[in-house]
């Protein structure tokens, strides 16, 4: 007979064992926050500020950070020298302008809440994958494919509104999936939808909140009858509420038809500022930018259809599918509305690649022969950018350069059945990431158009604050307007000549050849910066 001390090794190695695992987990969580960290707060304040959002959004957090001490644009925020800005409430822009007052005015503090809510959403990924999987390998895939998807990644760290809805989003799934064995994290859910509206309005609060009761309604309807589930939305979106309510008691029906009307519902039914496209727009997004794990969502879709009754399926079929077609129907397309779908397809694709894991199965041609081909096209525009281009660029060869030699060897590696292709693609994508967001082209957008800043500085040096300063350019660049701290208006031909003939002062910023054409005169140029003029009317 065994005496009692006799158990104490086995305890002591039981609780050993237990711990360690522990400790493995901690350890694998904290990596996961330290890598999203620093990829997402890599060299943010290096590249400017892109046009739209971004300017946008810096123009109203600069405003309310002026009035910190002797205003309430907090609660009441303007844009453009205080015209009332009612196209999204202002989360995110309260936090960008806390930033402004401990880092000052620049790229790195516009950007750095965002890219550091878009790298919370990763954890909270980690988090929705324990919670739903009994195979701790596709958690960590599930979080590994969304951490090196180029939209999440590069979306997610500019100063925009869609990495902090993510961030909320996932939060909210989180707290859902928790609630099936502890009712208190329902708090947590209306505390996520709360947050969702408070960023990005009433519409998406709707539709994501819909998402989830949709699957809570196939998974455990036993919920949706708890007076706390419905409690604790109510008690979420009661500051949404009371934020609405404000600005309407301050602007009245002007501001509803506003930022109700045309700002949100209407995007549904028409399109705004002519962003439309056709019902497959996102699903050509989405084929685009999701390589290489494009290869293996299909794979994880077909596997989630099979194992429906399993509440991984559940999740992100419903999350995926009802998004994904939302979005389809919606006249207003713009690339960033399809952000919030992709950690769904994470939890697909690394779904699939747990299965590719184990399965021992010969891996399908194809995936060799894209893989090839890829490989291929990054050796020559390796080799293109880097050396043969009129102007070489060291990080774009060094960013194609190690693409395809983490695609050849992953392509090695699947010629010998070797499931390392997995690994090997997450490292080198990484990689290929890190290398890639600590140059400049990771804002390819600012190609588009004519550099800001020195036009920017131009107009600050010659015009008095807050000048209206009317264009000839085709469009309207918010982030002239946040560099210049001036409002650049673009008007048509027409509208330049009559507004010459009949306001003084003046201020137009044209190309050269144009006020020679449109006979501007009598005229005195203040400056000129990469082929612009800035001009006005001689007293």
Sequence with gaps: MKSKSSHFPNLSRWFWLKLNHKSREWLGLSSICLAASILFGLNLGETTLRDWDEGIVASVAREIWRSFDNGNNWLYPTINGGQPYWNKPPLVHWLIACAYSWFGVNEFSTRIFPAMLSALSVPLLYGIGKEIFTESKAVIFSTLVYLTLLPVARHGRLAMLDGAIVCFLNLTIWFLLRSRRHLRNLLGVGLGLGLICLT??????????????????????????????????????????????????????????????????????????????????????????TFPWLLFLPGGVLSAFTNRSSSWAKLTLVWSGVYLVTISLMATKLPWYVFPIYPALSLLTGANLTKIWHSGKKYPVIWRIIFIILSLACYVASIWFGLLSPTPDFNLLLVLGIMAVTLTIATVMLLRQSRQFIVTLFIGLYVAFLLFFSGSHWVWELAEAYPVKPVAAMLKQATPPQQIIYTSYSYYRPSLNFYSDRVIVPINHEELTNHWQHKQPIYFLIEPSLSEQLHLEPRQVLGASNQWQLITKKN
Excluded at 226 to 254: C, D, H, K, M, T
């Design 200 to 289: 990005k309005g009433i519409m998406l609060g709707l539709l994501l909140g819909a998402i989830a009761v949709l699957f809570i309604a196939w998974d455990c309807p036993r919920l949706l009858k708890n007076r706390w589930f419905w409690q604790a939305i109510i008690l979420g979106i009661i500051p949404v509420l009371l934020w609405y309510g404000l600005q309407y008691s301050r602007y009245g029906s002007e501001f509803l038809g506003i930022s109700l009307g045309d700002q949100t519902f209407s995007r549904i039914w028409s399109s705004v500022n002519d962003r439309e496209g056709s019902p497959w727009y996102y699903l050509l997004e989405i084929l685009k930018y």
